[in-house]
């Protein structure tokens, strides 16, 4: 009963990070600004607040992977 209730929590997992990425790219994809426009260290700045936005999405991204991969091993060890 245990067994079962961990590959859920992991499904769960799996389907809610899926999710966040999958909006969460939508949301920035609309948002993004143009930083050449900006004059000065308002340009560096946003520059490095793409660049940090963009290292956290990849993150996840990895996070997602090792889910996936948690919850595969998972249920081969259960057979």
Known sequence: MAE??????????FIGIAIMLGIGVQ????????CTTLSGNWSTTCQ??????????QLLLVILI??????????????
């Open 4 to 13: 079962t209730s961990t590959v859920m929590a992991l499904a769960g997992a």
């Open 27 to 34: 949301i920035l994809g609309n948002t993004t600004f143009d």
């Open 48 to 57: 490095a607040a793409e660049t940090d936005t963009q290292n956290a999405y």
């Open 66 to 79: 090792v889910v996936a991969a948690v919850a595969i091993l998972f249920v081969v060890r259960m057979l």
